[in-house]
Structure formats: structure tokens, C-alpha cells
């Protein structure tokens, strides 16, 4: 990187809490977000449970200063509610420097648009059109960016469940170029019956509660969420003297090439992407702390991701975990909730206990943590998001 | 860093064109709007991948290896593509399917396809690519951020090629969403200006490099703002941006204005061109292309060709022709609250 990159402020509500400290707590005590959908209108409300966020919508506009008579998308509800966060707990005076916001969804206001759609379908004069201004990824963006003031330069990605990640990758990059001083990036998605139904006709979804990393895994909970991080470069940093949780080291984007939705049995795509990022960080492969899979706990994410680990870190990888028992996948905010929580990871010296475990799948034999640890030295953390169409990427944090 | 074209391809309503060839004629449609002229697409792609593929797939995989045959590469170092609503006929058709069948026997074909990625995620799959693959989503900018991505690789990475592209399509459903939501307007119900833009679509991508031997043209910079609330501010951002690049108003030898058949952006275009542009031959791309959030792309397109056989496409009355030396072509497109310049200029 041509030049540093620093996370200053932290934003995040999922299923498990509305701020990082909360999100924490719930983790130590076991206490996870997956159960029976608590707003989304779908017949399969009883038969799959997800993590929802337990606020309605009327609860979290309560949360934000918003305009009583506009529309918003849950999704951008989200967004705004993380997004504001991490600003406000950077303490950065955003007017003096150039300051953006790099944000990733995958489905936008489609919670919205779907509602529409119920009556649009027969008669396309019917339904208020006002929910379908809301539909297109770049909307909660420009909304969020509205409401944290960033005017510098605003973008949104949308690469399935490796979004945020990318987000974060593309505003570090912009930082580290030089087009801006500090940006916003993460990401948000609300629970829709369209991505609900989407994985359940992949058969991915498992009926009971996730099992990542485990031989008798059976697919994945969805989850919704959203989270953001404040990212500044050093001259930020010297002007404004704010307090930094960590540093932004390494990161990378590959493409599987192998199969629209499936990973390759040998994991080329997150094998590349690790790599890449670890060799950007300019570190060796023990000296990575703590890593957070992408762990869905479907039966091929993790064994591809598994043996991708096993080429780069041998036998004994560090410690590892999936934290998606806990929080669901969030699809597109996936990768910033696992940036916020692999950050705090650094902070708080924390390895995260990965859920339901039992026994690890016979054709690599590694074991995740099934405690939770904190107090430990933690310098580097690396956190993997893998989404459809191959997209691959790997982030790493370090200690500052 | 320059980014230097070594070959372009675009597939858009007036037909599918190859590098620095031009559109020899307006578009003409019987529609409510553009549609694109497509090719056979088994003279690109296997039929079984034909077979699940959507239509906006097909565009954009089928541009994408015209570019790349046209510049003799096989492998691209990195794939960057924008994309306004990404495969909207594929969510259309998922969304029908959950309502129609209550949720149940859904077949997975249209969610699979529908992610925004799918385009970029379907060239690396033909390509056996393993390289950085990223999608950008946003609205009328989504094809400038992925330029300054690519332009920002070129720098990171210089001697690695990259596959740079624009697409967007027009389905029946999103046309009447967005007629209803007073956007666009049916192509054949009145000449002239009106409420509502004549929608478009296309495909447009670039093979780029920061190698000029070879190149077409070359894109210097590009430059967004988002929400103009002061008019000094537009003057800084047009202004500043040219002085970046060692330009004057009067350096730019064409400008491709992204002016619509709207009436309420007519006014704001007709005064940029009068106070910033008066005298410049002007360009009204999406007289050719259609409204659209990546018609940028199609405008980079044009201003290569253009550049590259120092030609003008035909266009009635508005441009002179004697003399024409296309050195510095600016495009400036306005839609919703987004502005955005790209310069292109000759290598």
C-alpha cells in the first residue's frame, strides 16, 4: 500500500446486538440471533429460522433524525443506523477533510420492492410507486451518505456475500491513493422472502441452527444486518488525534472461476485470496492471530475454504472460527459485521467461540474454537468473505 | 496514470461494433424505448452457457470477449465492470416465480442469475480467470467508479491489462416502474423535449492498459460530484477538473454531453453547453444510446472511435466538420443527483 490505512470508529446492528459492546456480551454468554422470523411475511416463517435484527421497522426509525413522511428501505434503515455510529465514534470533524462512503448491499430495498411487486405482478398500474424508488443498491447508499454528511466520494459494490468486504477494500485503496482522507465502509441487507427463498431453492439453508467447520454440517441461516467502519489515512490521524482500534494491513480478491454459486473442491479462489492478502500485509502465515472464516456451514463452502487453509497454514492453522452461528449471513453487510468483530477481536484480545461444533469434517480435520477467549495477544486477524460468481476476498487487521 | 485503450467493443442500439468503429445511423426503434441490436450470441458463447444465461449476461460476456479478442488477450489482469440494476430480468422473473407459486417449487435458474455480479462472475467463468473481479452498483456513477478502480489498478500494478465495463438493461416491467416514476418516457409519443427521458441500454467494455503502443485513445481522468447545492461548485468541479489535467474550456475538442429528452435536465445541459461549451462541437450520445445509469460507457466508447479515425458519427446540423481535429474529447453526463466527466483524449 502506498500509503497507511486506519480504522478509527466502529458501526454495527445484527441479530445479535444494536452496538459493538452488546454484540460482545451476546457472544460471551452463548447468546445467538438465530430463531423464527420475527417481521418478514414469509409461509416459511415457522420452518427456517434466521436472525433477524429484533427491531421493526418503526423501531429502528425511531433510533435515527429522519423525515417522518419519506419511505425508507429496512436496508438503508440499517445502513444508517451503523453508518452513523461508526462517524460519530471516530470523532472526526468530516467538514475539514475529504471524506466518502463506500457502501455494499445485494439486494437493496428489494424488502420494499417485493411488497410491491405482490401487486404490481397482475396489474402494472397498480402499487405504489414510491416503494420501487428505494430498489436499486445505490439508494441506501445515497441516503446513508446524506445522513453522514459524506460528500466526497460516495460508490456502492455489490458482489454477493463478498460486498462489504470489497467495500472496504475499494475505500482503503481510495485512502491509500490518495483520492480521499477518510471514508465510511461497510455494508447492509435486510432479510427479504427473496433472498430467503432464493437460498432455500439452492438447498443451502439449514432448518436448525448452523453448524460451520462441523462433518455433520447442513447449510446456512441468513441473517440481516448492517456495519461500518471509519477508515482514515495518517494525516487524519496527526490532525485530528483520535483513538485507532487497528490497522487496515492487507487484503485481496480473487475469482474462483469454477461454478456460479459453488466453490471448487480445492478452494482456488480463496486459496489466491489469502494469499494475496497476507503477502500484501507482508506477513508470514504463523503470524496470523485469530482468522474468521466465511464459514456458512454449507457442505461446500466449508470444505473448500477448509482446504484452502490447510495449503496456506499447514496442518495446525491458527485459531479460527466462524461467527455466523451467531449473527446468521448477512449476505452483503457479512463481511463488514466480520471486520467490526475481527477489529474488536484486536482491541479486546479476543478469539470468538464458533458454534455447535462437534467434529471436524473428516476430509480435512482441523477444529475451529468452540471457547471464547479474550485477553490475548491478538496482532493480526484475517477475515474471509466468499460470495457467488467466484468473488473471493480476504481482509486483514492488525494492531496498531 | 493514462489508462490506454487497446481495444473497445460495444453492443447497444444502433448495433454491436468492434474498436473505432461508429454507429453509421440514429437508432431506430418501434418500442417505448431503445433496445439493443443484438448479435448471435452462439458465435460467442456454448449453448449450454447460452441456455441460463439472461439477456444482459449475454450482452455484457459477448462485448466483453469482443474486446478482448480485438486486443489479442486471453487472460485480463483484473475484471471491473459497473452496472446500474444489474440482471433485472432475471430478479423479475424470481420475484413472479415466489408470488406465482406462493413461495414453493421455486426452480433456482433466476435467483442464481440475479446477483449484480453475475456478469463479471460469468466472463471469469469463460475465462478461466482467476484475477480481481469487482462489480459497482452505483446509479449514474457505477461505470466511473469502476474506471477509477481501474485506473487506480494501473497505477498499483502497471504493465497488467484490464477487462473495464459498462452494461445496463431495459426490460417491459422496469421501463413502466420507471415511466411511472416520471424518469423516462416512451420513446415515440413526441419529438422533442418533454417529461421523461427515452430509456436505453447496452454493453460497452475496454481493454486498458498503461502501455500506449497500440492504443486507440486514452482515458486521462475522471471526476464525480454528488448533489450540487451551489453553482460556483459546478464551476469548480468542470473548471478544476480540466485544469488537473493541464486543459482549458477551449482545449476540449468535443464534448459528449449525456443531455437527455428530458426537459427539466435539457435546461441544466443547455447551460452548461452555452456557459462552458459555446462554439465546442457537442455530441448528444444518448440520442444514440438511450437514458441509462452506464451510459457513460457507451460515451466512452464513441469518443475512442471518434478519436481513433478522427471521424464524427452522423449528426444532423449541430456540428462542424471542416477542420475537425479531435484531440481532447470530454463526456459530462448528469442523471438523478450524480455528474461525472471522463476525458478521453488521443494517446
Known sequence: ?400 | MKAYIKSSSSINPCGVFSSGELPAQIPFSYGDYLKCIEPDYKNYISPTMIRRMGRVVKMGVTAAIQCLKDAGVEQPAAIITGTGLGCIEDTENFLGQIIKNKEQFLPPTSFIQSTHNTIAGQIALLLACNAYNFTYVHRNLSFEHALLDALMKLEEEPGNGILLGGIDEITPASFTIMKRLGLYRKQNEEAGFSDGAVAGEGASFFYLSSDASGAQAAICDVAMLHKLTKKEDFRDFITGFLQRNNLKTDDVSLLLSGINSDKRYAESYECVHENYFSGIPIIPYKMYCGEYFTSSAFATWLAASVIKGQQMPLIPDTIKRQDFKAKHALIYNYFLDDHALILVSEC
Open chain 1, 1 to 400: 500500500m502506498v500509503n497507511k490505512v486506519y480504522v478509527a470508529g466502529l458501526g454495527i446492528i445484527s441479530a445479535i446486538g444494536r452496538k459493538p459492546q452488546e454484540c460482545l456480551d451476546n457472544i460471551i454468554n452463548l447468546n445467538h440471533g438465530v430463531k423464527p422470523a420475527l417481521f418478514l411475511n414469509t409461509i416459511h416463517k415457522d420452518s427456517i429460522p434466521v436472525a433477524g435484527v429484533p427491531y421493526s421497522n418503526e423501531q429502528l426509525r425511531a433510533m435515527l433524525p429522519l423525515d417522518a413522511s419519506r419511505l425508507y428501505s429496512r436496508t438503508s434503515l440499517l445502513g444508517m443506523i451503523a453508518a452513523l455510529d461508526a462517524l460519530t465514534g471516530s470523532g472526526i470533524d468530516t467538514s475539514v477533510f475529504r471524506c466518502g462512503l463506500v457502501s455494499a448491499t445485494s439486494v437493496g430495498g428489494m424488502d420494499l420492492t417485493e411488497e410491491f411487486y405482490d401487486t404490481f405482478y397482475d396489474d402494472h398500474t397498480h402499487g405504489d410507486i414510491r416503494m420501487t424508488s428505494r430498489h436499486d443498491c445505490g439508494d441506501s447508499t445515497a441516503i446513508i451518505a446524506d445522513l453522514c454528511r459524506s460528500t466526497h466520494l460516495i460508490s456502492t459494490i455489490s458482489t454477493a456475500c463478498s460486498s462489504s468486504a470489497n467495500a472496504i477494500m475499494y475505500a482503503s485503496r481510495l485512502i491509500s491513493n490518495g483520492y480521499a482522507d477518510c471514508m465510511l465502509a461497510g455494508g447492509t441487507d435486510a432479510l427479504t422472502r427473496f433472498t430467503l427463498n432464493g437460498f432455500n431453492t439452492l438447498m443451502i439453508l439449514d432448518k436448525n441452527h448452523c453448524k460451520p467447520f462441523d462433518a455433520g454440517r447442513n447449510g446456512l441461516n441468513l441473517g440481516e444486518g448492517a456495519a461500518y467502519i471509519m477508515l482514515v489515512s495518517e494525516k487524519v490521524l496527526r490532525e485530528s488525534g483520535i483513538r485507532l482500534h487497528a490497522q487496515v494491513k492487507g487484503f485481496a480478491n480473487a475469482n474462483d472461476a469454477y461454478h456460479q454459486t459453488a466453490s471448487s473442491p480445492e478452494g482456488k479462489g480463496a486459496f489466491l485470496a489469502m494469499q494475496g492478502a497476507i503477502n500484501m500485509a507482508g506477513l508470514k502465515p504463523q503470524e496470523i492471530s485469530y482468522i474468521n472464516v466465511h464459514g456458512t456451514g454449507t457442505q461446500n463452502n466449508d470444505l473448500s475454504e477448509g482446504v484452502a487453509m490447510k495449503r496456506i497454514f499447514g496442518e495446525n492453522p491458527p485459531p479460527f472460527s466462524s461467527t455466523k452461528p451467531f449473527t446468521g449471513h448477512t449476505l452483503g453487510a457479512a463481511g463488514a459485521i466480520e471486520a467490526v468483530l475481527s477489529v474488536l477481536a484486536i482491541s479486546k484480545g479476543i478469539v470468538y467461540p464458533n458454534l455447535n461444533f462437534s467434529e471436524p469434517i473428516p476430509e480435512i480435520g482441523i477444529s475451529p474454537e468452540t471457547t471464547f477467549r479474550q485477553g490475548l495477544e491478538i496482532k493480526n486477524v484475517l477475515s474471509n468473505s466468499f460470495g457467488f460468481g467466484g468473488n473471493n476476498s480476504t481482509l486483514i487487521f492488525s494492531a496498531v
